[in-house]
Nanobody, 128 residues
Framework: QVQLVESGGGSVQAGGSLRLSCAAS????????MGWFRQAPGKEREGGAT???????GYADSVKGRFTISQDNAKYTLYLQKNSLNPDDTAMYYC??????????????????????WGQGTQVTVSS
């Protein structure tokens, strides 16, 4: 059973930075496509960033250039470095995993398709 646990959320002022972490148990990142999704109040969940088994990455236009996804296979931990935050980034952030399918770092990888495992989420609030 794969378990994902996010941490690192909190409150920050616009322009600030946060780093989210997602600790995994039950699998190694080498076999799974990993993604960060977010859901703001009253909005649908949307994909933010993905990382494939070969290290290739994909980003939504809304976060490209500001967010960086990475993973530490030795520590079984996924990260999301978030810089230049703005109030529109306020949301619950989730990490998710799916078996590698060749779509991870492509635009379709940002869609909620095939992601089998989800964390409980960590809240990020950005004030202006």
């Amino acid at each position: 059973q794969v378990q994902l646990v996010e941490s690192g959320g909190g409150s920050v002022q616009a322009g600030g930075s946060l780093r989210l972490s997602c600790a995994a148990s039950g699998h190694t990142y080498s076999n799974y496509c990993m993604g960060w999704f977010r859901q703001a109040p009253g909005k649908e969940r949307e994909g933010g960033a993905t990382i494939d088994t070969d290290g290739s990455t994909g980003y939504a236009d809304s976060v490209k250039g500001r967010f960086t996804i990475s993973q530490d296979n030795a520590k079984y931990t996924l990260y999301l470095q978030k810089n230049s935050l703005n109030p529109d980034d306020t949301a619950m952030y989730y990490c998710a995993a799916k078996p590698q399918d060749g779509l991870c770092s492509r635009p379709l990888g940002l869609e909620d398709i095939g992601y089998r495992y989800w964390g409980q989420g960590t809240q990020v609030t950005v004030s202006s």
